[in-house]
Structure formats: C-alpha cells, structure tokens
C-alpha cells in the first residue's frame, strides 16, 4: 500500500517532467515567471498534494513520529541516509566537489563498518559532515541549467534538472534492483515515509511562518538548491531565479 | 574663549571614545546572545515544558532588542516600501515582528539539542553591513548553516536578515508580500498578515 504510492510518486514525477520538457518554452508574465512558467498547473498539483497530504499522509507520519521510539526511526533514517551518503560522495566526484567526495566516501566506510552497516550514523558523531550532493546537483555542477520549477505531488518541490535526477537516482538503485516485489515496495515505502518523516518539522515551520505556503516552498527551495550548488557564494543573476 | 570650547570638545571626544571603541562586535554579539538564549532554553523549566507565555517573553527580552524590523520589513516590501503610507508601514512592520516571533517561538524549542560553532567575521574594520555566519550541528543530521545579515543603527549592531541554510527570510518574505501586494494593494497585504497572526488564517 505504501509503496505503490511511492511508484505513484515516480509515474507522476516522470510525467511531469515530460509534460515540462515538451512544454518547451511556454511564457507567461508574473514575477517568478522565468523560473516557474507553469505555476496555474504547479499550484492545482500543489493542492492536490496538500489534499492528499493532509488526509492520508500526515495522520500516518504523526503516529510514526508519536509511536514508533527516536532510536528505532533513527536507524531506518540511518539506513538510508547511508545508502544516500554513496550517492552523495558519486555525484559529488563527478561534479569535481572533491572535498565533499572525500567526506562522504568516509562517512560510508565507518558507518557501515563501524556503524553495522549503516544503521547507527557513528560518522557525524566522529564530525565528518554530510556533503547532501545528488544527481540534480551534478548536472547542475555541469552547466545544465534547473529549467522550470516543478510541484509534483507526493513529491514535493523540484525543477526539470532535479526532477531528472531524482528519477535517475531510482532507476540506479539501489531498491530498483531488488528482485522481489514485496520486499521493493516495502523499501520504497519505507525510504519514502522517511523521507516525509524528516520533513515534518518543515511542514510545521511552513504552516506557521508561511503566508502563501505555495510562494513560500518555491522561493526556499530554488534558494537552497542554489546555495548548496554554489557552496553558499550564489551568483547574483542566479539569486533570482 | 574658542580655544576653552575646543578644548572642552576635545576633553568630550577622548571621554566618548573609548565607549565607541568597546562597542561590541557583531559576530561576538551573535555568539553572546546565542549562548544565552540556549542557555535560557536548556535550563528553564517553564521553556521546556512549553509554555508558550514565557519562550515568548525570553524572544521579547532577549532576542528583538537586537532586531532592526523597520530594515528587514522595508527589504521584504522592496519598491512597495515607499509607496506605503507612514501609518501602513509602522502597521507592516508591528505585523511582520508578530509573525517572526509566532515563527521562532514554534521552533525555539528544537535548538535544545543541538550545538552552535560561530564562524570567523570576514569583514572590512569599518564595515557598518556584516554577515555573521554561524553552523548549527544536529547529531545524525546535515549541520545547517545560519547565517545573520547586519547593520550597524545607532551605534549597535542589528539584526536584519536571518538566513537559514541559504535561504534568506527576506528575500521569502519579498515574494510573498509582492504577491498580496498585486493582488489586494497594502492594505490587503496587511490584513492578510493581521488575519494570520490572529490565527484565522491557516
């Protein structure tokens, strides 16, 4: 049941990034117009979202928050933070991010020698730090520039470039190559349902400090994917994107 | 007599000097008053058993005094600043410290755990606009780097921009306020933020 939400979350971002792409260079005018073109459609798939969200989601993730102990949520964020962290340290080399290449490689040793494959984060205990580099990162690191802005729902925020990478990133494993079926659905459900977990304290900061949440989410997410990608010294034609 | 009134001027100026001179860094305000607040929330009884009255009343006392909110609404409002009436922006401004403070006073209570390491000032001497940068370490977390922009106002050093992980408060706020502000003017811009801050918005 969970997992085949998570598929629906990838048909869905697929088909939007279809959409985009052989959308081309649609205009319309506005202020954010250059960086999301498509905002009546991302806003009518940002309600459905909240819809969504709202009614099945959030219920399910607070009672994971409220019942399940820290130290058990811990180790499933652990897991898959690990299996991240190789990504990471991937994508990261290939951008030429040596520096965060080299944190991430190590934090994947120790955690998974010393941290029983990955479920205790012994790495950010011994000060190592998570570099948090991805595919969208990597194109991004190559020129290619984040193209329109994109809500997809069940998703969340993303653009053409990270969209792209986030459905390279699970078409390159590691859950894709899990051959039984169950066993993958419950993978993704899980790295899902983590993954909606971590951000619960953002949705509540939104909620609180947000006046139009929609506005809100675009601006914070395109300044923060600029500011990893140029390691906090943001170009300022590219601050108002 | 000019020579007594330039004397007394000089006597008065090597008086204030040192004043001048030991006003306090920016970065060295940022650590200070940091520390004092986690400490505040680390040890305070009634702050961790949430009680709201009082995590707002340490944000009152120990946090605004070093906020310039006129700046920071006049940043956020960009070219609507100046189209707004003085009593439209002294109301902009009331309404957007209200909202801030509603904000931190939600999420004052997650900096328990975590650890601070303030950051080296890159700045000129003489600088009066500085950013303080400052990382936030979570265990088993990404560290998020929260950064202060400053001004120097009156002699101090005020806060006019707090910028988490990248993302700059203002430079949020100025699409937001933008949007209302096309839409329904100031003046539904203000009501939109007096009517979240009542809490009959969502």
Same mark, same amino acid.
């Given at each position: 049941m969970k997992g085949s939400w998570a598929a629906n979350a990838r048909r869905l971002l697929l088909a939007g990034a279809l959409a985009a792409m052989l959308g081309g260079c649609a205009t319309t005018s506005g202020p954010m117009s250059q960086a999301d073109p498509y905002e009546p459609w991302n806003r009518s798939m940002f309600e459905v979202h909240q819809a969504i969200d709202g009614t099945f989601i959030r219920p399910v993730v607070q009672a994971y928050i409220d019942y399940v102990p820290a130290p058990v949520r811990d180790v499933v964020h652990n897991f898959f933070s690990n299996i991240d962290d190789l990504f990471s340290a991937l994508t990261a080399l290939a951008s030429g991010r040596n520096d965060s290449a080299g944190h991430d490689l190590g934090r994947v040793i120790v955690n998974t020698l010393a941290g029983f494959g990955g479920l205790i984060d012994v790495a950010s205990s011994a000060g190592?730090?998570? !570099? !948090?580099?991805d595919y969208g990162l990597m194109f991004g690191a190559w020129g290619i520039p984040q193209g329109p802005y994109l809500f997809v729902p069940l998703w969340g925020p993303t653009t053409v470039r990270d969209g792209t990478g986030a459905v390279a990133r699970a078409f390159t494993g590691p859950i894709s190559f899990v051959s039984d079926v169950p066993t993958r659905n419950i993978l993704y459900g899980m790295a899902v349902g983590d993954a909606r977990a971590q951000a619960e304290p953002t949705y509540d900061l939104i909620d609180k400090a947000a006046i139009d949440k929609y506005t809100f989410i675009r601006r914070s997410y395109l300044q923060r994917r600029n500011y990893i990608l140029y390691d906090g010294k943001v170009p300022p034609e590219k601050e108002e994107e | 007599m000019r020579y007594v009134v330039r004397l007394f001027g000089f006597v008065l100026g090597a008086a204030l000097a040192p004043l001048a001179m030991a006003q306090e860094a920016p970065d060295a305000m940022v650590k200070r008053v940091t520390l004092e607040v986690v400490g505040i929330i680390k040890s305070d009884p009634k702050v961790q058993a949430g009680d709201q009255a009082r995590i707002r009343e340490v944000i009152e006392s120990? @946090? @605004? /005094?070093?906020?310039d909110f006129e700046r920071m609404t006049a940043l956020a409002m960009g070219r609507n600043w100046r189209t707004a009436t003085p009593e439209q922006q002294k109301q902009l401004v009331d309404q957007f410290r209200t909202l801030l403070v509603r904000t931190y006073s939600g999420a004052l209570?997650?900096?328990?755990d975590q650890t601070f390491d303030f950051k080296p000032l890159r700045a000129e /001497?003489?600088?009066s606009d500085v950013i303080v940068k400052t990382e936030v370490q979570r265990s088993g977390q990404q560290p998020v780097q929260l950064d202060y922009g400053m001004t120097k106002k009156d002699g101090a050093w005020k806060v006019y921009d707090v910028i988490v992980g990248g993302v700059s408060l203002v430079t949020n706020y100025r699409d937001e306020f933008n949007a209302q502000v096309q839409s329904g003017g100031i003046d539904g811009l203000i009501k939109t933020l007096t009517a979240k801050n009542s809490g009959a918005a969502k």
């Open positions: 190592i730090p998570k !570099g !948090g580099w | 120990k @946090l @605004l /005094p070093h906020f209570n997650q900096y328990r /001497p003489n600088a």
